[in-house]
């Protein structure tokens, strides 16, 4: 079902009606900063339909809160309802109430959404790759019919536990069992730096299985707040990513049956898997508050007038604004060209973590040059870049940091691995 397309009829999000210019004898397409190399040719018209209802939403719907969520870190649980009226929750999935849109459409609703704030996209990609993909992939049909509906129209909202407050990027390391009982299974442990969790109705979390008093494999468990000896607690007063509610997640002697096991995730790949989805949609939604970066610092650097001359007329300017444009305008090819060969299933791992590391990257280093062009208002939350550099160092951060992919890839180049022994 596409319920994205059939919300708006298809009609290109961006204008792409591409003026001619002429330069000598020569014809040429006219520059358009906003799609340089025109990638909106490159679209479906089903992606063009669906990026237009996430765009339109996200300019109306979450600009409109976006200061006031940033500055008091409060979760408005009508934001995920909101997305799930639109069909933006899990849009990848078949059935259930998703979309089943293309890879590329979920690239778009992430760049949409984190054009606004990284936050927003965080608690979408979360709820998308990290709780819905791994029910649908590791899930049976009973856990499915149970909660992939209400995840997709965000009445529940859900978190992913694999950070621990000893493991980050190396989650193999894991200190959460999950100890095999008469009835089913016993949950031990804790998780922290976890989105969604002081809210989440369901939680994902992975655990190192202990059968008969051996350590097993990691595999995945899906726990439902109200269960005795599961408790949440905020991590408030954080500097970045403020829009979206961040916290830990406290397992003691949580008593499960059975049916809470994911019974298809059976190692580190599964969490994994979750994670190569997220961070693909991770490396559109950073270039989307990128562009945004550019945009805004374009038009301030046009208004604002210092030495009697625009401050969009200096050199030093037009490189700055150049500089990011290009990044983000090469970002989202690769991204593009990544999700066709994920729609595809030719695809790899190393692909998205060049594609996530390479933009997080990118978006952070030049929102925080775009930054500079505005002077003294770069500290006020009115001009939104300085909320977006905050919030992309986290990006740069989570999922992976920037140097665990490069590390990643070196590995995927010489054969050698560099980050343990
Ligand atoms: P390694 O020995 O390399 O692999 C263990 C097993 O996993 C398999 N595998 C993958 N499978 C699918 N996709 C991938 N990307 C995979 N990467 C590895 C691998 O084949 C192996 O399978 P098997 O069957 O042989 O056992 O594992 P390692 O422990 O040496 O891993 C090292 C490293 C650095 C690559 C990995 O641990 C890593 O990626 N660390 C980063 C941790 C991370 O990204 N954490 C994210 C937490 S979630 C989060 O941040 C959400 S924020 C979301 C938001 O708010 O938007
Ligand atoms: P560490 O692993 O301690 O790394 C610290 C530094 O050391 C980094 O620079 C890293 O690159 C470097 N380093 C580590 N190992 C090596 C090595 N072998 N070689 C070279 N350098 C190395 N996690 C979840 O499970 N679910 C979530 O929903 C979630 N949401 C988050 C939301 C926010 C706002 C934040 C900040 C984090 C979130 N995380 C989540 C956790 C996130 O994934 C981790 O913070 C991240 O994986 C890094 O782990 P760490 O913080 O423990 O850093």
Redesign the pocket.
């Known amino acids: 079902m596409v319920r994205l397309a059939a919300v708006r009829p298809a009609v290109n999000a961006i204008t792409s009606a591409r003026a001619m210019s002429v330069r000598g004898m020569a014809k040429f397409a006219q520059y358009n900063w906003e799609d340089p190399l025109n990638m909106e040719s490159l679209l479906t018209d089903e992606e063009k339909a669906i990026q237009e209802t996430a765009r339109d939403f996200a300019q109306t719907e979450l600009m409109s809160r976006v200061t006031e969520g940033f500055r008091t870190e409060k979760y408005d649980p009508e934001i995920m309802k909101e997305m799930g009226k639109l069909g933006l929750l899990g849009p990848e999935i078949k059935g259930y109430g998703c979309a089943g849109a293309s890879s590329v459409a979920y690239g778009l609703i992430a760049r949409e959404v984190e054009r606004v704030d990284s936050g927003y996209?965080?608690m979408m990609?979360?709820q998308s790759s990290?709780v819905m993909h791994p029910i649908n992939e590791f899930g049976t049909e009973a856990q499915k019919e149970k909660y992939l509906p209400k995840l997709a129209s965000g009445e529940w909202l859900g978190c992913?536990g694999?950070?621990e407050p000893n493991h980050?990027?190396?989650?193999?390391g894991m200190e959460t069992t999950a100890t095999k009982t008469p009835e089913g299974w016993e949950l031990n442990g804790s998780k922290t730096w976890i989105?969604n969790a002081p809210h989440a109705d369901v939680f994902v979390i992975w655990a190192r299985v202990v059968e008969n008093g051996q350590k097993g494999k990691v595999r995945g468990f899906v726990l439902e707040r109200g269960m005795e000896g599961l408790s949440t607690e905020k991590i408030a007063h954080k500097l970045a990513l403020r829009a979206?509610v961040t916290g830990s997640v406290f397992m003691d002697s949580v008593k499960v049956g059975e049916d809470a096991l994911l019974p298809k995730s059976n190692?580190?790949?599964a969490p994994?898997?979750c994670?190569?989805s997220?961070r693909y949609g991770?490396s559109w939604g950073v270039m989307g508050a990128l562009e945004d970066a550019t945009a805004r610092a374009r038009a301030y650097a046009l208004e604002r007038k210092q030495f009697d001359r625009p401050l969009a007329s200096f050199q030093l300017v037009q490189k700055k604004l150049v500089d990011a444009s290009t990044a983000s305008t090469l970002g989202l090819l690769g991204s593009y060209q990544l999700g066709r060969l994920k729609g595809e299933g030719n695809y790899c791992?190393d692909q998205?973590s060049m594609m996530k590391r390479n933009n997080c990257g990118q978006a952070l280093y030049h929102t925080r040059v775009l930054l500079d062009i505005f002077g003294g208002n770069a500290c006020s939350d009115e001009y939104h870049v300085g909320r977006h550099e905050a919030n992309l160092q986290v990006c740069n951060t989570?999922?992976?940091t920037y140097d665990?992919h490069g590390?990643?890839l070196g590995k995927a180049m010489t054969g050698h691995?560099a980050?343990?022994n």
Not at 168 to 172: C, F, M, N, Q, T
Request: net charge negative; no cysteine; hydrophobic share 45%.
């Open positions: 996209r965080s990609s979360v990290l992913f694999l950070t980050g990027s190396d989650p193999a989105s979206s190692g580190l790949g994994f898997s994670l190569n997220a991770i791992p998205i989570y999922e992976g665990i590390l990643i691995q980050f343990a």
